[in-house]
Every structure is written in structure tokens, then in C-alpha cells.
């Protein structure tokens, strides 16, 4: 099914393009009043469903972590690695964007009228992410707020335990409600990433194709990068285990990730080829189960280089701050990505919001979601299984089964 809907975006921006290539500038007027709106319909559907989605999946992530009070060292580990190999990932796609500059030159829009507000301390959006009013911050849209609330409702529910099950299930309830929203949005999507980049291949003319094809280089450089030296960097020092070995090992679920896009459907062959490589069944199955919910290093990735394309494209400026705010954003909205269609593209959405960049970016990014989605969905699984090795490897209970790996 995910294959078929990404198939159709894809065509819907191939025919937008194409379409608003051959109308030109002659028509502008006539696409804006009676095609771009199908466009800003798209855009509102999603912004209608990103609280209570980000709102109801985070609460139910962070409160099925198990009783944070059993989690001990191997709960904090793995928290701790998730937490930093996510940001690395968040740098490594700033960085590239930054020297790649896949938006430079696009100019959607004018930088005096959709320039961002100036950044405040970062000590103030620290403090900043803490809501004085939570029902406020759910009405304001403030994702930062939104998200640390989500999380304090989550370990309120863990901690609570038995007597707060109802609560948990009203909001797992209420995820799955979300999620089949969700599913309703990306059905329209063909239409409406078609509306959106017809308008925009009309007025800009050819010289939207390069940078999209900037984008996917950007984020496959990123992936394999952070791949090749950040998990094996963990590998190497903590597990004392070839990168080589690993990435052998760890094969056959990248290639099921790769082609499902699916880190939910590639689990169980994730568990067994990091049971293979000798992490204990108890550990891998804590730390890779979490890590399908929580742990999202391709995503966020992905999300450093879109956001500064988009701002690029539109001509916006981002200081160091706001682009620190990418990855504070980002970090903490990966817990809520697993388990959603296309949820790379939708949580953008999230970092979008926070900076008060043009939601009508992400039209851009539908459409080579699907390319995208592959890698950065690999990057998810060999990161789970990353650091269950590395968390097995400081507990002392990793064994060593080279004969059992698979190649």
C-alpha cells in the first residue's frame, strides 16, 4: 500500500512540474486561484493533525519505556546513545546543507517578507520548552512545549503505573485514531503536492529541478557518513568489533529497511541479526524495540537537511541558534515518528512550525519522500543495532559469535 501512495505522490509532482513548465507565467494567475488552493487545503489537513498527533504518539512512546525506576544503567545507556548519535545525525545534515546549499538560488519567496523572527538566548528557549499553561501550548502550536509536556505525561504514566493504564490506553486510543487521519492525509497527497509544485514550476520555471536532486545527495552522503563513522566510532571503541563484521552482519535487515521503508516491518529480522552478532536476547530486545520508537538517527538527519533547504529556497536566513533549535526539535520529535506513513515528511512539518518557515516547502519534499525514506530508514535499524551492541559491550555480556553472522 505505502509503495502505491508514494508511487502517485511522486507522479503528482512529476505532473506538476511538468504542468506548470508548459502553463508558464502566462497562466499564474488562473493556477494560483483554482490549483494552489488544492495545495493549501494539503497543508492545512496536516497542520490540523500534527498536535494531536505528536501530542498522543509521544505520551504513549515515552510511557511504554517500562517502569523508569527498573530501567538502571542499561535504560540511562541507551537513553544516552539514542540522545547523542540522533544530534550527531541533526549536525552531520546541517553540515552538508550549509556547504551544499542544495535551495540556494531558488528564491520562492521574498527574505523581507518571510524572514524568521530574531532567535532569542539559547538558554531562553531552553527554558522556553517548559509550559506555563499546557492547554495553551497545544492551542499556540508550540512544538518544543508540546513535546516536553508529552514526555512529562509519559513518565507521569510510568511512574503512576497499574492506576494510570486507562489514561495510557486513552492516548494509545487516540493515536491510532490519529494515524488513520494521518493515513487520510497522505491519500490526498498525490493532489496535493501536484497543487502545490504546479504553481511553483510555473513562476520559477526549470530551476526547481536541481535542487531537489541536491537534497537527495545531501541526504545519502549524510546517511553513509554518519554510518560509516559514528556507529562504527561506537563499535570500534566500545565493542571492540570490526565495522566490517558489523555492517555484515547487520545486511540483511538494511536491505529489508532499505526496501520496506519500515522500521516497524524490519524488527524481527533486527533483533536476529543483532542476537547473531551476540547481543543477549533480553538486552537486544529492550534497546532495538525501544529504538524503532525512539531512536529515529536517519529521520533526524534528514529533517537538519531538509528544513535548511527550505529555508534556503525561501530565501531565509538561519543563525547558528535557530539552527541549534533544528536540533533540539528534532531530537525530541523523533520518539513520535515510528509507526506513521511517511512520517519523515510530516514531523518536518514540526521544525518548520518552531522556526516559522513556509509549511509550503515540504510540497517540495513529498515527492522524493520515497528516495529519501530508504535511507534514512536503513540509518534507523544499523543505529538500533548499533547500540545494542555497544550497550551488551559495557555491561560486559556481549559474546563474540562471529560464525552465526550472515552474509
Not at 530501567?71 to 546541517?94: D, E, H, P, W
Not at 571503541?237 to 566490517?244: E, H, K, L, Q, Y
Not at 529504538?291 to 529521520?299: E, I, S
Request: aromatic letters at 8%; charged letters at 10%; hydrophobic letters at 55%.
Amino acid at each position: 500500500m505505502k509503495s502505491k501512495i508514494t508511487t502517485k505522490i511522486l507522479i503528482g509532482l512529476v505532473l506538476g512540474i511538468i504542468a506548470g513548465l508548459l502553463v508558464g507565467k502566462t497562466h499564474l494567475t488562473f493556477i494560483n486561484t483554482w490549483i494552489k488552493p488544492f495545495g493549501t487545503l494539503f497543508i492545512r489537513m496536516i497542520q490540523m493533525s500534527i498536535v494531536p498527533l505528536v501530542l498522543s504518539t509521544l505520551v504513549v512512546g515515552a510511557s511504554s519505556m517500562g517502569d523508569v525506576r527498573k530501567l538502571g544503567r542499561i535504560g540511562v545507556k541507551t537513553i544516552l546513545f539514542f540522545l547523542i548519535t540522533s544530534a550527531i545525525a541533526i549536525f552531520v545534515g546541517l553540515f552538508l546543507a550549509n556547504v551544499m546549499k542544495p535551495g540556494v538560488g531558488l528564491a520562492l519567496f521574498d527574505v523581507e517578507a518571510a524572514a524568521a523572527a530574531s532567535p532569542p538566548h539559547i538558554l531562553q528557549i531552553i527554558t522556553d520548552m517548559i509550559p506555563t499553561n499546557s492547554i495553551g501550548a497545544l492551542a499556540a502550536g508550540n512544538m518544543l512545549q508540546i513535546i516536553a509536556f508529552a514526555l512529562f505525561l509519559g513518565v507521569g504514566i510510568t511512574l503512576v503505573g497499574e492506576k494510570a493504564k486507562p489514561f495510557h490506553n486513552f492516548f494509545e486510543s487516540w493515536s491510532e485514531v490519529m494515524f488513520q487521519i494521518v493515513s487520510i492525509v497522505i491519500g490526498y497527497a498525490p493532489i496535493g503536492v501536484f497543487a502545490l509544485m504546479m504553481p511553483v514550476a510555473a513562476e520559477h520555471g526549470p530551476n526547481v529541478l536541481g535542487p531537489l536532486a541536491k537534497v537527495i545527495v545531501a541526504v545519502y552522503i549524510g546517511c553513509i557518513l554518519h554510518m560509516a563513522i559514528v556507529y562504527s566510532g561506537l563499535l570500534s571503541i566500545f565493542a571492540r568489533m570490526s565495522p566490517v563484521k558489523f555492517f555484515r552482519g547487520i545486511l540483511p535487515a538494511a536491505v529489508v529497511a532499505f526496501t520496506t521503508c519500515s522500521s516497524n516491518a524490519t524488527l524481527p529480522i533486527t533483533l536476529k541479526n543483532t542476537q547473531d552478532m551476540g547481543v543477549p536476547k533480553d538486552i537486544s530486545s529492550f534497546v532495538v524495540s525501544l529504538g524503532a520508537t525512539v531512536h529515529m538517527d536517519g529521520t533526524a538527519l534528514y529533517q537538519g537537511v531538509c528544513a535548511l533547504f527550505i529555508a534556503q529556497a525561501y530565501n531565509i536566513p538561519l543563525t547558528f541558534t535557530q539552527q541549534l533549535m533544528i536540533v533540539l526539535t528534532a531530537v525530541l520529535a523523533s520518539i513520535g515518528t515510528a509507526g506513521v506513513p511517511g512520517a519523515g515528511a510530516v514531523m518536518l512539518t514540526l521544525v518548520l512550525t518552531q522556526l516559522k518557515l513556509p509549511l509550503e516547502g515540504v510540497g517540495l519534499i513529498w515527492g522524493i519522500d520515497r528516495i529519501l525514506d530508504m535511507a534514512r530508514t536503513t540509518v534507523n535499524i544499523v543505529g538500533d543495532s548499533a547500540v545494542a551492541i555497544t550497550i551488551a559491550a559495557t555491561e560486559g555480556e556481549l559474546k563474540h559469535n562471529p560464525e552465526k553472522i550472515e552474509t
